[in-house]
């Protein structure tokens, strides 16, 4: 288990929890194999010590320990003095080593002892031969024994330049150092490289054979070149002061093993290197040691267990090696050879065994070691995700894979930002050999605009007046085969449409219209604009053509670029609006003169100024208010009218929904009252046969009506009441109360409903106040319950404004129960003088 400290503020992202585990996993595997390098010193050193003195390895080990601890030097350093003093001299050979010498020595006082002293001339020669060898020479054997044995533990070219870059003890690091290995067509492939910048690399990651590089001249002429900066040799080549050839000191080298020229080495000391042939003699002298490794790192390569076709023919073991390198290379995309890396039996990762140098740019730019890279540490989230799986299918089916539109997030895989991908991986033997393209931003765009040319409707077309065939978008192909396009056409690539296909699209009575608006764009370079109906395979369809022409230096036209669109759903939706607006204009029409006929409808039903003068001992103010809407008018209505025997019927009234047909029911329900009033029956008996009369004859409307009949002899008011709220009695005070009695259902709900009557007996000078207001009279107590809601406030009306004015009184009445603007009400307002 992985622990996951939270970070500062919060706890950590997955990302970055991610990213510490493979860093601490790479520090670990440094480590190891610096201690692997390190260890094959250690165990020549103990092997040395248990052969000479007769002692066991553990023994052998705790003499290094203490050796180490008591001259303050590495254990690694003792170990390499001691082995160095073994590796023979390249110019001396004979030369015997200080441990022999001291050997011999310890043997000799052993088998001596008691004995008399040997004489001066009886010393070992080797020991006169120890005694002549200097310091620095001693110093550089050992840092040679040393650094051989850990460029023979490496195991990767990038190794084998971090071992020769590291500061040894006996010379100066070189700054820079780049392996390379020779290619057939005798360029260098850079394999491995310390101390070179990413860009750089990049750049010199294949090295043309270039007679002016000193790295390739050393190889062709299989010749250890060192050259100083300000030399004469140096300046016959141009390269040298720029990267990777810079530095005071420069040695190109070759890589020989056998008879047989492998690659080339480059070193470089930007400080320059001591003068000395001693020095330059045992730096060469490593070359040997590096040529050996890196021709075991190529022969552990799986490439040099494949042969090529004219190896096999000629009957000689031509690897591989030799030319799928130069084929990868040659890839416009990134390429990698991937091997599987099995734990237990199941495939857990790919492991990347050579990837051409756009595959390591983009290791490079992930921050992942090209020579050290696997499938998971470049893309950790997306390779475990899709790559993992669909590469082990690969291996197990030996289908090919393309994968498209894969998406890697530089937060979960290491990229320097989103980056779409399209990769294509293939079996080869027992590798996986894939093929990745990164989207650029122009993909990124296209496919943007091909998407954006699907949603509209629209292809595009570019005709070079030198080519017969236009070269047409896959949405204008897809156009003209009306959704059928074949292999080859319309995909993501531009097709090529014949002239004589899109002549044939045009309808024939379009054609020469078109033809004419071509002729007029390329002889007279006009913009060409045309709509025409389609034909053949578009027949049915209205296409719009838009196109512009392309002049060179001379004005004359080249070409011609434009757009076609299908817009017949356009005119097929312009069409219906058409339509739609003419229904509406008459529509409209139509509503005018109704609201004309129901207004005019509507004042016939009020009563009128002569009516109102033959009422006795009562006067009465009305006023119904229609909603403020164009095309509404109400059913709504209120009549005064004197009765046979004395007196005088009120009634106010109002009919569900709205138009003329409601306004007409109002017409009805008015003439009915008034027939029935002059029968001389109660106010509860005209509600109860009007309510009959409505249920049979008008059956899709209901109305709500309360009817009154005042006496002035005995200036009583009898009322009864259909769906409305009772009357507000207003004294001379100003105080009103509500009109206690039955209220019914309104009219035209239910057929065998009676109505009653309610008595009530008035003094001079009270009011009595009827309104009705569809759904709105009455019925919006809840308005502000804390000030006793909308009904309490028509009772106390009195209290703030003069009863006197029925203007002020409806003003009231509208804003007390909350009567919106697009609502109808209606008012009565009967005063006993």
């Known amino acids: 288990m992985v622990d996951r400290a939270p970070a500062e503020g919060g706890s950590a992202e997955p990302a970055d929890a991610l990213a510490a585990l493979v860093a601490k996993l790479r520090a670990e595997l440094t480590g190891v194999r610096t201690a692997m390098r ?12 248990v052969q000479r003195l007769g002692i066991t390895p553990d023994q052998g080990f705790d003499q290094l320990v203490r050796l180490s601890q008591r001259t303050n030097i590495k254990l690694i350093e003792v170990a390499a003095a001691i082995v160095g003093t073994t590796s023979p001299d390249p110019n001396a050979p ?7 010498d001291e050997l011999r020595q310890h043997v000799a006082r052993r088998r001596t002892e008691g004995k008399k002293p040997e004489k001066p001339d009886m010393v070992p020669q ?4 120890r005694a002549s060898r200097t310091p620095e020479v001693e110093a550089l054997q050992s840092q040679h024994q040393l650094l051989s044995a850990r460029i023979a533990a490496a195991r990767s070219y990038d190794e084998i330049c971090d071992v020769l ?3 040894p003890t006996a010379w100066p690091p070189p700054t820079s150092v780049m392996l390379t290995l020779l290619d057939p067509d005798g360029a260098q492939r850079g394999v491995g490289a310390c101390g070179v910048p990413g860009e750089v690399r990049s750049r010199w990651s294949r090295i043309p054979p270039d007679p002016g590089l000193p790295l390739v001249v050393a190889v062709q002429d299989v010749e250890t070149l060192w050259l100083q900066a300000e030399s004469e040799p140096a300046r016959r080549f141009p390269v040298v002061g720029q990267p990777p050839f810079s530095g005071e000191t420069l040695l190109a080298s070759p890589l020989i093993s056998g008879e047989r020229v492998i690659g080339g080495i480059l070193l470089t000391w930007t400080d320059g290197l001591p003068d000395g042939e001693e020095l330059r003699r045992y730096v060469a002298a490593l070359l040997e040691p590096v040529a050996r490794q890196v021709d075991a790192l190529i022969g552990d390569d799986i490439a040099s267990a494949w042969f090529d076709v004219a190896g096999e023919e000629s009957g000689q073991a031509a690897p591989a090696q030799v030319w799928l390198p130069t084929v990868m290379d040659a890839l416009h995309n990134p390429g990698v050879l991937l091997s599987p890396v099995q734990e237990d039996g199941q495939l857990v990762d790919f492991r990347v065994e050579y990837a051409n140098g756009l595959a390591r740019q983009i290791f490079s730019g992930a921050r992942v070691d090209p020579d050290e890279a696997t499938l998971l540490a470049a893309y950790p989230a997306l390779g475990s995700s899709t790559l993992l799986p669909e590469f082990a299918r690969v291996l197990q089916d030996g289908q090919p894979r393309r994968l498209d539109g894969l998406h890697a997030d530089p937060r979960t895989d290491g990229v320097p930002g989103p980056q779409t991908l399209s990769v294509h991986a293939v079996r080869l033997w027992d590798r996986v050999f894939a093929v990745w393209r990164v989207a650029t931003e122009a993909d990124l765009l296209y496919d943007q605009l091909l998407q954006a040319e699907r949603i509209a409707g629209i292809g595009s077309f570019c005709w070079e007046l030198r080519d017969p065939e236009p070269r047409c978008s896959p949405e204008l192909v897809r156009l003209f085969h009306h959704g059928q396009v074949t292999r080859g ?17 045009v309808h024939p009575d379009d054609l020469l219209a078109v033809q004419d608006a071509v002729r007029r764009t390329i002889v007279d370079g006009k913009q060409l604009l045309a709509e025409v109906r389609g034909a053949g395979r578009v027949n049915g369809r209205r296409l719009r053509l838009s196109a512009e022409p392309i002049f060179d230096d001379t004005g004359n036209v080249t070409a011609v670029r434009g757009t076609v669109q299908d817009v017949t759903e356009e005119r097929a939706t312009e069409a219906r609006l058409r339509r739609a607006e003419e229904a509406l204009a008459a529509q409209r029409h139509r509503i005018a003169d109704e609201r004309r006929a129901a207004e005019a409808l509507q004042r016939a039903l009020l009563p009128t100024e002569p009516e109102l003068g033959h009422l006795e001992g009562v006067r009465f103010r009305g006023r119904c208010r229609s909603p403020e809407r164009v095309g509404t008018v109400d059913g709504d209505w209120y009549d005064a009218a004197p009765v046979p025997g004395g007196g005088t019927i009120l009634v106010l009234g109002d009919v569900d929904e709205r138009g003329l047909s409601s306004t007409t029911t109002a017409a009805r329900l008015r003439y009915a009252v008034r027939a029935y009033a002059t029968l001389d029956m109660a106010p509860g008996d005209i509600l109860t046969a009007v309510n009959g009369m409505l249920c049979a004859m008008e059956v899709e409307h209901t109305a709500s009506l309360v009817v009154a009949r005042y006496s002035p002899a005995t200036r009583e008011l009898r009322w009864a009441a259909a769906g409305q709220v009772a009357p507000v009695r207003y004294d001379t005070g100003g105080r009103g109360t509500v009109l206690s009695g039955p209220l019914g259902l309104p009219l035209g709900e239910v057929a065998e409903m009676r109505y009653t009557d309610t008595a009530v007996t008035l003094e001079p000078g009270d009011r009595v106040l009827f309104y009705a207001g569809g759904q709105y009279a009455g019925v919006r107590p809840r308005a502000d319950r804390r000030r006793g809601g909308g009904l309490d406030q028509v009772r106390r009306a009195g209290e703030t404004i003069d009863l006197a004015d029925f203007d002020a009184v409806v003003a009231h009445l509208v804003t007390s129960l909350n009567v919106p603007d697009d609502e109808d009400v209606c008012a009565m307002l009967v005063h006993v003088p």
């Open 38 to 49: 390190n260890r094959a010193v250690i165990e020549q050193a103990k092997g040395v010590l």
């Open 94 to 100: 004979d030369v015997v080593n200080l441990i022999d």
């Open 126 to 129: 080797n020991a006169r031969k």
């Open 165 to 167: 870059g590291t500061a």
């Open 489 to 505: 056409q319309g995909g993501r690539g531009a097709a090529r449409v014949p002239v004589e296909e899109l002549t044939a699209s």
